[in-house]
């Protein structure tokens, strides 16, 4: 599976649109925004999508986002379009399609009748022995005596072949049966996970980035305090180091732009299926 299953700490929604202010807004600001950023509307709506499906933000050539002022009411804006954006059909549309990309392949059944393998044995084996015989019927003293062994061996096998009760080809057919049955496990177990993962109703999706979100900002210290160190502001409190960069992005937009996601979002959620 395709991926293989891919999980997020944060809704790339919110933090791109809400900590990054990179993404299209409404028109009323849209163009001096863009003319800042150095972005036109489609290169954001790509950032909202891809960053959405892929499962990690898309912020490359965004790093004037942070000249922007107003902070809040540029949230509400963003929030207001990414959420038309996301309802629209061009997302939908690839949500599908990353959606039936993901969906994992049956496994081709390579079983064989038992009989059938049976034949093939017996076919791969005689064509073993003619060669071992041709080799032992023109070589010296010395490879006649390393092959004929070999020769003996392959005359065993033959035998036990073609032995209706054989063992070996009861373990031969029984070992493909078992590989068959792992299979479908397999498939049958991924099948489930790429359905909890990727639900038909791509609002679903959505819902749960957001909730990944909500989720990780409530954890956000908004008082910690940092000094700087070789040129970086480092976070005062040492276990803050190890935090996401989702995380670190929700505390560096700060609690005004989190208080706007927070109210807005969680009204957004309850009208999600």
Known sequence: ?????????????????????????APRLAEGIWQQLGITQQDGNDKIKKSFLDGYLHYEGLKAAKNIGDRGRTAADLLAYTRQYLSGPVFKAAYDKMRKDSKPSEPVDYTRPKEQIRQDKIADTKKLISNTENVISTGNA??????????EMHRKNLADYQNPNSQTIELLYQSQVDRRKKELEDYKKYTLQWAQEFPEDSRTFIKRRIQKYLSLAATVDFSATTHEKNGKQIFDKQEFQYKSNDWKMIYRAGKEVYDVTRTFTEKWIQELP
Do not use: D, G, N, Y
Request: proline residues 3%; hydrophobic residues 55%; contains cysteine.
């Open 1 to 25: 599976m395709k991926h293989t299953i891919r999980l997020v700490a944060a809704s790339c929604l919110v933090v791109l649109s809400c900590h990054l202010f990179s993404f299209v807004i």
């Open 142 to 151: 010395e490879i006649k005596k390393t092959m004929q062994p070999i020769l």
